[in-house]
């Protein structure tokens, strides 16, 4: 029997139990507050706000009031003049007194209606100096008028201002874009308005439903972006590339790793998953792989401060194993509000020695001042394995076309095959998410609290992945210049039955491997009387399928705190000071077993593994902003601080090949006990600054300087890191043609670096129990480094930003060249040292591209819209050099199919594998028996990354219907797929049936240059260049050229009446991964064979890490279709 550790749910339980009184506990706190928020109509002069406003557009100064208050703006007038700059500082003024503060001299006036503010040319100036808005014409109200106004993307926008021209009538809509209106006849004139678009005008004439699509205003939307260190910027200043995500974009179509979505989404990103179902990490590069040795994925950055992302366990070889999980993916994206792609060295420098692979900066939900709203998503999908292996149907257990019983091969004669073998095994997995964000607040204080629950099923039996997700955040206005902002997320996962992937023991390769004429269901039943696995053969590698869905298991549990502090205090108006602290902690409890009897893993009585591990990352900072006007053109704004980062990771456990009590999974039934540690720390203390200068608002240089102390260096442990940018808005400093609304040139430089692991500077040595005196200890054979350095990237970059026709045609064009020296490599040493490698800094790779981010709203009717996004990239790696004594290092892998590696003159992700020798004319090469002849391993393959990726996003509406689309594919790179050559040996393969009887003369000259006139049948071939499990690679390389229809929307915004308790509530179908539109062949044309296409997706890796382009025994690829629904209260 299994035996489950008690404390394991007890504790598990505990800790989801204090979780949840916490929340709820805060809850109970802030329910009176939530309550207290305004419901009635109030004038101008009653409500009262503060607001301390520097050199700012007068549009930003009305969403300003609208932040504090429940007012909405309506314009009246087609453009309000940009270049003109307002300031104020107001502390509890009442919005009347505010708004004749920023209007005065404006040629502008107001009139309240309602809760809507019009701002219309002013006509009469009274002597005290109060501006007055044209009287309102008194009107009767006869005809109702409804409708829907949306944005580019389809998406209603809430709180967008209907008037009646000439008239005090007027309304907003509601939060689902949807408006109803009185007018007085059809002659009516309505006036739509919102803050950042382009205001329209439309006669009623005989209708009465108006639907309208708003166009972004593109010479007044001051779009305010997240950058490093949570800094709030705009946008037009910034001097390097970034690229913006809604956060609603990230949950229309949904997965188990929210990372996966980003596939298509963001220019020069390749994103490539796990193998292991759901709960598997997932790498995300951007602009190129830059270290051999170390990190090559982007840093993960919430509301501001780093969290942990570490992907431990990953597989490393083409043996296999199980991909472990990472930090990202613990990550909600129902309560991501936005983020914003950093990805070159100049956005992220002022992360320093973390910094070298770019960031993705997450900001979340806070809550809102005013009436109490709720956002509820929920969903359910279908996932089914679609790309499975094509199989012969033909020919059965056997080999050279006689039957035999005992064979696991299928190259005996015609006979019945059971073609839905694999298919059958499969389940078709039914996954849920069911999430609710709670939104509320008043002036002093604002909440948000969100739970999202996570039901996954993979497509193996007993794989499942539960997931639940609290978090509360409370932002409060203390005094008039403190605030503070308080955050605390608590995550509770649980794994159950990851498979393992690679080329032994794992799920996959029991599956494929059983003959074609053997019928899997009569070994459902996978075991005897005795316990013993049930099979058709036997063998000392394989085992029935479902004996090791049901007999061996692992359970990965995980319990994580993250919590965020910070206090802001404003000096002066133009100064203040931020404090903040993070601290990320997660425990994990892994539990694997695998029951007496199973091959390779399991010793007598069973094997078991159980450890705990336990992650701490704790950042602290202090930040100084300020800005300040130097004369009348020059504005300069500046950041300074200091901070520290702490790192933990601890591991205990044990582990044993063998229970002296059969299947009772427990380490005090061990028969030898092994026992598991591991302890590392690491800290970082940094100081930092940055400034920024702009001219006139046109042009823009900044700089920025960040010095690390690491614990990981030799003393004196620092390191200073660089970037500097300037910008040029060509559309503010010359006259452009009008069809050009925006152009900007922008350039930067910067130095950033990639940090090392702990204790590379320290002979380590490991204990090992085992010997006469009960255990001995190991030193580690790779020499400590001498004077070891952070890796270094130095990066420049050119870009253009565009935007035509009025923000319709848009261009964001970015050319950069990368630089990474200082690569971490081992140097073979001689024996007589005690050692067999030394740790050095060698090395220089570079990186080199362009991104291209082109959008384009080709429709916009009244009820039909179209936008669209094509998102193309292009890296070029080399490694320049390495170091004068080691020309190629390893990434990972064997040589059972391919090894990845790094040589000089090539890329990084070369792939070295067996292939078939040419002679020096290009003729294929054959032995005396017409068989091929092998080249040496260092034949290169191919390269596993792409030459460039592109993604295509596509959303349309018409009216209250809502269609999206993403195609995304990757042109170039191979991968070698180790399945496929056990397909080949064992004859199981589709290609295989081809000359089976013989007469197969392959084209070639023999080694002594004569033409080939032997022939040979499909066994002896497929069984020469496979060599079972030691495949000669190059023949089982594929094109991982595809693309493929990623993601699809159809939702339906259902109407709601005005005044009902539902503000929106849309019903869509949904589906991911539905098919490819082109997949790549073989590398190799084999002559006398038709092409043969790519059997697997390259999008799946063994694992997360360094270890890239070897498929062996993944799962199948995924497809998903469900259904959601989205309510808004």
């Keep these: ?204 004439g005989g209708q009465t439903t108006i639907d309208i699509t708003l166009v972004e205003d593109v010479k007044q939307l001051g779009e305010v972006v997240v950058t490093a260190l949570g800094i709030e910027r705009n946008a037009k200043t910034l001097t390097y590339a970034t690229q913006q995500i809604d956060g609603k974009k990230l949950t229309d179509v949904r997965d188990a790793n929210f990372v996966n979505t980003l596939s298509g989404k963001v220019a020069g990103a390749v994103i490539t998953q796990g193998s292991s179902g759901p709960g598997s990490a997932t790498r995300v590069v951007l602009r190129g792989n830059r270290s051999i040795a170390g990190n090559n994925n982007a840093l993960f950055v919430v509301d501001g401060v780093p969290i942990d992302n570490t992907a431990r366990g990953q597989v490393t070889s083409d043996f296999g194993g199980i991909n472990g999980s990472d930090g990202a993916a613990n990550i909600n994206p129902d309560d991501i509000e936005s983020m914003n792609i950093l990805k070159g060295a100049a956005a992220s420098a002022l992360y320093g020695s973390r910094a070298a692979n770019g960031v993705i900066m997450i900001t979340t939900k806070k809550g809102k001042a005013g009436k109490v709203s709720a956002d509820i998503n929920s969903g359910v999908v279908v996932e089914t394995p679609f790309l499975l292996p094509k199989l012969q149907n033909t020919y059965g257990q056997g080999s050279g076309g006689v039957e035999s019983t005992n064979s696991s091969q299928s190259w005996g004669p015609a006979m019945q095959t059971y073609p839905n073998n694999i298919s059958d095994f499969y389940r078709n997995a039914i996954s849920t998410n069911n999430s609710i964000g709670v939104s509320a607040g008043s002036e002093k204080i604002q909440t948000y609290l969100s739970y999202t629950n996570n039901a996954n099923q993979g497509i193996l039996r007993n794989n499942k992945l539960m997931r639940h997700t609290f978090n509360l955040r409370l932002n409060t206005q203390i005094t008039k210049r403190l605030s503070a902002d308080a955050k605390i997320t608590y995550i509770n996962s649980d794994i159950q039955n990851k498979p393992r992937s690679g080329e032994e023991s794992s799920v996959t390769m029991n599956l494929y491997k059983i003959p074609r004429s053997v019928d899997l269901n009569q070994y459902k039943n996978f075991e005897d009387a005795a316990g013993k696995p049930t099979y058709w053969a036997s063998s000392g590698i394989y085992m029935n399928p479902y004996w090791t869905i049901n007999r061996t298991f692992e359970s990965e549990k995980r319990n994580r705190v993250i919590s965020l502090g910070s206090v802001k205090y404003e000096l002066t108006d133009w100064l203040n000071v931020q404090g903040r602290i993070s601290y990320d902690w997660y425990a994990d409890r892994v539990n694997r077993g695998f029951y007496n009897n199973t091959l390779l893993f399991a010793g007598s009585g069973g094997s078991y593994w159980d450890w705990t591990a336990e992650t701490v990352e704790r950042n602290m900072d202090v930040i100084v902003s300020g800005n300040n006007n130097l004369g009348k053109d020059l504005h300069l704004t500046y950041n300074f601080g200091a901070g520290q980062t702490y790192q933990k990771y601890s591991q205990v456990g044990g582990t044993t090949t063998g229970l002296t009590v059969p299947n009772f999974f427990d380490l005090s039934f061990a028969a030898a006990l092994t026992q598991l540690t591991a302890f590392s720390q690491k800290e970082l203390q940094y100081v930092f600054g940055t400034a920024s200068l702009s001219y006139r608002d046109f042009i823009t ?254 959303s349309f509406s018409y009216k209250n219907f809502v269609f999206s689309f993403l195609v995304d594919g990757r042109v170039g790179g191979v991968m070698t797929s180790g399945t496929d050559g056990n397909l080949a040996y064992d004859g199981t393969a589709d290609y295989t049936e081809a000359h089976r009887q013989g007469g197969w003369v392959l084209p070639g000259v023999t080694e002594t240059g004569e033409q080939n006139n032997v022939a040979i049948d499909a066994q002896t071939f497929w069984q020469t260049v496979s060599q079972g499990r030691y495949t000669w690679g190059e023949f089982f390389t594929y094109s991982t050229t595809n693309f493929r229809l990623r993601e699809a929307t159809l939702g339906y915004n259902i109407p709601t009446p005005p005044g009902l308790f539902i503000k929106s509530l849309r019903l869509s179908l949904t589906a991911r991964n539905l098919f490819f539109i082109y997949r790549g062949y073989a590398k190799m044309d084999i002559p006398g064979l038709a092409k043969r296409k790519l059997p697997f997706d390259p999008d799946v890796n063994l694992g997360a890490g360094n270890f890239q382009g070897s498929e062996y025994g993944a799962l199948p690829s995924t497809r998903t279709v469900g259904l959601n629904l989205k309510v808004g209260f």
């Design 1 to 204: 029997m299994r035996k489950k550790l008690p404390d394991t749910q007890q504790k598990t339980g505990t800790a989801l139990r204090r979780g949840l009184a916490v929340i709820l506990a805060c809850l109970m706190f802030v329910q009176p507050l939530l309550a207290a928020t305004p419901r009635s109509i109030q004038g101008i002069e009653e409500v009262k706000i503060s607001l301390d406003l520097k050199e700012v557009t007068l549009q930003n100064a009305f969403i300003a009031i609208e932040k504090k208050s429940d007012f909405k703006f309506i314009t009246t007038i087609e453009r309000i003049d940009k270049k003109r700059k307002v300031s104020i500082h107001a502390e509890k003024k009442p919005v009347k007194e505010v708004l004749e503060s920023i209007l005065n001299g404006t040629g502008l006036g107001y009139t309240q209606v309602d809760n809507n503010i019009v701002i219309s040319n002013k006509t009469a100036e009274r002597a005290t100096g109060q501006v007055i808005a044209p009287a309102p014409t008194a009107i009767q109200l006869a005809k109702e008028i409804k409708g829907t106004v949306k944005d580019n993307a389809g998406a209603g926008i809430p709180g967008t201002n209907i008037l009646v021209k000439g008239s005090n009538v007027g309304t907003t809509t509601g939060a689902d874009g949807t408006y109803a209106i009185n007018v007085p006849d059809e002659n009516a004139v309505l006036v739509f308005s919102s803050i950042g678009y382009v205001s329209q005008e439309v006669t009623v």
């Design 701 to 954: 240089v900044d700089g920025s300087v960040r010095n690390d102390w690491s614990s990981t260096l030799p003393k004196p442990y620092s390191y200073a890191y660089f970037s500097f940018g300037g910008n040029v808005i060509l559309t503010e400093a010359f006259k452009l043609p009008e069809v050009i609304s925006f152009a900007k040139l922008r350039g930067s430089w910067a130095q950033v670096g990639n940090d090392t692991d702990p204790y590379r500077l320290l002979q380590t040595y490991t204990f090992t129990q085992g010997g006469n005196g009960g255990g001995y200890i190991n030193r580690n054979t790779t020499r400590p480094a001498e004077n070891l350095k952070p890796e270094i990237s130095s990066s420049t970059e050119f870009g253009l930003d565009l935007r035509l026709f009025s923000g319709k045609l848009g261009l964001d064009f970015t050319y950069y060249n990368t630089n990474t020296v200082n690569q971490l490599l081992t140097l073979p040493q001689a024996t007589p040292t005690g050692f067999q490698n030394q740790f050095i800094n060698a090395g220089k790779i570079n990186n080199k591209g362009f991104e291209i981010s082109l959008t384009a709203s080709p429709l916009k009717g009244k009820s039909l819209t179209w936008d669209a996004t094509l998102n193309f990239a292009r890296n070029v790696n080399k490694i320049i050099e390495l170091h004068p004594s080691i020309k190629t290092a390893n990434l990972g892998g064997n040589t059972r199919t391919t090894t990845a590696i790094v040589r000089e003159g090539g890329s990084y992700g070369d792939l070295q594998a067996f292939g078939w020798k040419k002679d020096a004319n290009g003729n294929y090469v054959v032995n005396a028996k017409g068989l091929p002849v092998a080249t040496a391993f260092d034949n290169i393959v191919g390269n596993f990354n792409p030459k460039f990726t592109i993604g295509f996003n596509n």
